[in-house]
């Protein structure tokens, strides 16, 4: 644990994380930018304000952000799962690239799997928490 810490260059982290936050910007400032309207437009909505009426209340902007946040793991899985096919297809007779991609490909999936079921899950609870849940397996 030492040693990576040691061979981690902390300038290029930093970078990451600035440039993450960066991007993400775009899609949380409009939020708060508009926040202050909100009230304004209870009951109408006019379409150029930006503003999603449909998702006011709490348990929407929760399931809003779940879901970007599984998507962008589901497009890293899906990265990953194409780095370790590319490590795999390249290892030409290396047994050490060749067992890195299998490990990527195999790590990659179980990420893919987890990510769809916390998708599932994610809805399931949303469906509860904002009343459209029916009591039983038979709904109307």
């Given at each position: 644990?030492?040693q990576?810490l040691?061979k981690?260059?902390w300038?290029?982290v930093?970078?990451?994380?600035l440039?993450t936050?960066?991007?993400?910007?775009?899609?949380?400032l409009p939020?708060?930018?508009?926040g202050?309207?909100?009230n304004?437009?209870?009951g109408?909505?006019?379409?150029?304000?930006g503003?999603?009426?449909?998702?006011?209340?709490?348990?929407s902007?929760?399931?809003?952000i779940i879901n970007?946040a599984l998507?962008?793991?589901f497009?890293?899985a899906?990265?990953?799962?194409?780095y370790g096919?590319?490590?795999?297809?390249?290892?030409a007779g290396?047994?050490?690239n060749?067992?890195?991609?299998?490990?990527a490909i195999?790590?990659?999936?179980i990420g893919?799997v987890?990510?769809?079921?916390s998708?599932?899950i994610?809805q399931?609870?949303?469906r509860f928490?904002?009343g459209q849940?029916?009591g039983?397996?038979?709904g109307p």
């Open positions: 644990m030492k990576t040691k981690l260059n300038l290029n930093v970078q990451i994380v440039v936050v960066l991007m993400l910007a775009p899609v949380v939020s708060v930018a508009h202050q309207l909100v304004q437009f209870v109408r909505c006019p379409a150029d304000t503003v999603r009426c449909s998702e006011g209340d709490i348990a902007i929760f399931r809003l970007w998507a962008i793991a497009i890293a899906v990265v990953m799962l194409i096919g590319f490590l795999y297809i390249t290892s290396n047994t050490e060749a067992t890195k991609g299998k490990t195999l790590n990659a999936l893919i987890i990510i769809v079921l998708y599932i994610v399931i609870v949303y928490v904002s849940g029916s039983g397996i038979m």
